[in-house]
């Protein structure tokens, strides 16, 4: 029962405070854009069932891939794509801990 909250409260209160934290002046635009990063859950949709409550995300789905989050890391690197970058990370930070707690 715990795993949910945890989850999502990953997915949505971690991108809120690194929001707060370090963006300070435009805190809503970089919570908006970091959480426009659930966008990488589609290839969820590629995905035969399309849903296993004890399936593993992390190099199971394409965008969940080592190789993407390789990428993602990156992104975190450039100012221009920071946000986007550290919205991804944060994403794949909430899976892999559902993954443990499974």
């Not at 296993?52 to 190099?59: G, K």
């Not at 221009?80 to 499974?102: F, N």
């Amino acid at each position: 029962m715990l795993q949910p909250f945890v989850h999502y409260g990953i997915h949505f209160l971690l991108p809120l405070i690194v929001a707060l934290l370090f963006f300070k002046t435009n805190w809503k635009l970089a919570y908006l854009i970091m959480l426009s990063t659930f966008l990488i859950d589609l290839d969820h949709l590629l995905a035969t069932p399309l849903f296993d409550s004890n399936r593993c995300s992390i190099n199971f789905h394409p965008l969940h891939s080592y190789y993407a989050i390789g990428v993602y890391m990156v992104l975190t690197l450039i100012k221009k794509t920071r946000l986007i970058g550290l919205g991804l990370v944060i994403h794949i930070i909430a899976d892999q801990v559902d993954c443990w707690m499974m």
